[in-house]
Nanobody
Framework: QVQLVESGGGLVQAGGSLRLSCVAS??????????MGWFRRAPGKEREFVAA????????RYADSAKGRLTISRDNAKNTVYLQMNSLKPEDTAVYYC???????????????????WGQGTQVTVSS
């Protein structure tokens, strides 16, 4: 079983920055074993894809809303994935979740249904 724990959320003013972290445990993550992703759910909206990264970090995919402002990265030695968020906007307000999938490590899935393991989420609130 895999456990994912997010941290780093909080309240920030528009234009500010936050860095989210997600630590994975409970399973050995072998070479090229999994894809890590970030999703978010804003109030009254459905969960949406934010970014995904391959095991090596050589392949990355972003939602259009994230491009140029959000950066996903991972440190496999620490079993941790990060989401650096800059130039934050009020519309970025949401609960942010990290997730991982072992099904097809060569595919950066944007569909949340393809991810088997999820964290509990961390709240990000951006004030105007």
């Amino acid at each position: 079983q895999v456990q994912l724990v997010e941290s780093g959320g909080g309240l920030v003013q528009a234009g500010g920055s936050l860095r989210l972290s997600c630590v994975a445990s409970g399973r050995t993550f072998g070479t090229n074993s999994n894809v890590m992703g970030w999703f978010r759910r804003a109030p009254g909206k459905e969960r949406e894809f934010v970014a995904a990264i391959s095991w090596s970090g050589g392949a990355i995919r972003y939602a259009d809303s994230a491009k140029g402002r959000l950066t996903i990265s991972r440190d496999n030695a620490k079993n941790t994935v990060y989401l650096q968020m800059n130039s934050l906007k009020p519309e970025d307000t949401a609960v942010y979740y990290c997730a991982t999938t072992f099904r097809n490590p060569g595919i950066l899935e944007t569909n949340w249904g393809q991810y088997e393991h999820w964290g509990q989420g961390t709240q990000v609130t951006v004030s105007s």
